[in-house]
């Protein structure tokens, strides 16, 4: 049996992962001005910046239509006998809502995991899913292992900055300038498929990913070693690989990737997250 993964685009996967782990990517809406376009296809992260520098204006971003979904699980079925999507949490975006109709026609040929998370958070899931795939496992007890891992993906990140938040009515604009002037920088953390907020830094942001880091893996001192995602969107690169050398020596894979333009247009410049699986 040929089994396709696949995942919408908010799972922020590199271009060579995708390619390595064979996993179809479903593009996400994003919308600039009056012009709509596919996430990842039509519009990239850095594009997305400069029409936010440019305007002013945060995009609005908008799940598939059920039709849509259709459509391209039509697509994946003609070379597949079955496929296992993976899609961003239920709590924050309708896409689970719309890819599940979308697959109800479709029996046990079609289905749809809510990661309950996002980003690389839905990644780590995807390529479990892969793993299981090669190990010769059914679908329908991978999609339900899949499910079952769900509590075990730590997903969390460090905001840079809070503009994009407060342009998308997610912190008072009082929140944004005493965070500011207090050089804050908020944890956001995902519990329960929900973002929540965490601990609250103070201070440069390189010093602040630092303390992030040592205090995420702390906190979870338990886990699968096999990978590990440092997700962000654009800042400094000598973080990056401060981050890496921390993280070395503790997890088998160590994969950097940017953040979509979906996801990206939520949390802003400068956001950094480690994601992985605990035990």
């Given amino acids: 049996m040929k089994i396709k993964i696949s995942a919408d685009s908010t799972v922020d996967l590199s271009e060579e992962l995708i390619k390595e782990y064979d996993i179809s990517i479903m593009p996400l809406l994003i919308t600039l001005g009056d012009e ?11 594009e997305l910046f400069q029409y936010v520098d440019k305007t002013g204006e945060l995009p609005k971003t908008a799940s598939p239509s059920i039709t849509a979904y259709q459509e391209y699980y039509d697509k994946l079925l003609k070379d597949a006998d079955c496929v296992i999507h993976f899609v961003v949490s239920g709590m924050l975006s309708s896409c689970y809502s719309s890819a599940s109709k979308a697959a109800e026609e479709y029996g046990d040929r079609v289905y749809v995991v809510d990661s309950r998370s996002l980003s690389t958070g839905i990644a780590l899931l995807a390529l479990y899913a892969c793993d299981r795939v090669k190990e010769g496992a059914e679908p329908k007890q991978i999609a339900e292992e899949c499910k079952l891992l769900t509590k075990k993906v730590q997903a969390s990140f460090v ?9 998308g009515g997610r912190c008072s604009g009082a929140m944004r300038l005493s965070a500011k002037f207090l050089r804050i920088k908020p944890e956001i953390v995902l519990v329960n498929g929900e973002m929540k907020v965490g601990k609250k830094y103070m201070g440069k942001l390189n010093k602040v990913v630092e303390n992030y880091v040592e205090d995420t893996l702390a906190r979870y001192p338990e886990y699968d070693r096999k990978r590990v995602f440092i997700t962000h969107t654009p800042i400094d690169s000598e973080i990056c690989k401060e981050v890496r050398k921390q993280l070395e020596g503790k997890f088998d894979n160590i994969y950097d990737t940017v953040a979509g333009a979906t996801i990206s247009s939520h949390c802003g410049l400068g956001t950094l997250g480690i994601l992985f699986i605990t035990k």
Avoid: A, P
């Fill in 159 to 167: 905001l840079g900055d809070l503009n994009y938040m407060h342009k």
């Fill in 36 to 46: 709509t376009k596919l996430d990842g296809v039509e519009v990239s992260t850095q």
